[in-house]
């Protein structure tokens, strides 16, 4: 090989290393610029974000806050009315309260009646055993009367009425003769008036004698 070719080849070499330390010292810048760049892009771009999320941030906080008021207020409307029902509720339970007393007292007395009742029954059931007993007896009694009457005094009854009715028909027979003796009474009356003033005279002369 000759010298302009060594030298050649030499110039060959030396351009391409020169080139490629060129092209990587430009890669190199590039990136960097590149780099900072982007940054600078980013750090704007987050600073657009970050005020656009505050704005947002803010919007929504400013509603959140109307928002929580209005409920709020609403909450505080529906307690109001809560608490006024709660008051009627509370009216109404003592109310209720009275009228359970009312009921409890009343359901005492029922008891007590009941349980007056119920010793009333007892003693009414033991008043019927008695009457049933006493009627058991009564019934005893009773047949032992009809016995009586059936054998003794139906008989006699029968004898007394046999008795009466022949004294009746005799009765009747002798009332037939009244009228005759009360004519003979009468003129035996008569005769005595005529009689009586002679009578009196000799009863008279007799004493003084």
Known sequence: MSNEQLLASIEEMLDRKLDEKLETKLDEVLDRKLDEKLDRKFDML???IDRRMQMQLDS???RMDKRFAEMEDRMDKRF???EERVGNLEQGMAKVEVRLDHIEKR???IEERVDN???RMSN???DIAELRKTGEETNRRLTAVEVCLRDNVVPRLEHIEDCYVGTYERYQEASKEIPAMKLDI???KQKFDTGAGSVAENIDDYIKK
């Open 117 to 119: 009742l119920e010793c």
């Open 80 to 82: 109001d009315r809560l």
């Open 124 to 126: 009414v059931e033991m």
């Open 107 to 109: 359901l005492d007395r």
């Open 46 to 48: 987050e600073q657009r």
């Open 60 to 62: 929504m906080e400013n």
């Open 186 to 188: 009468s003129i035996l």
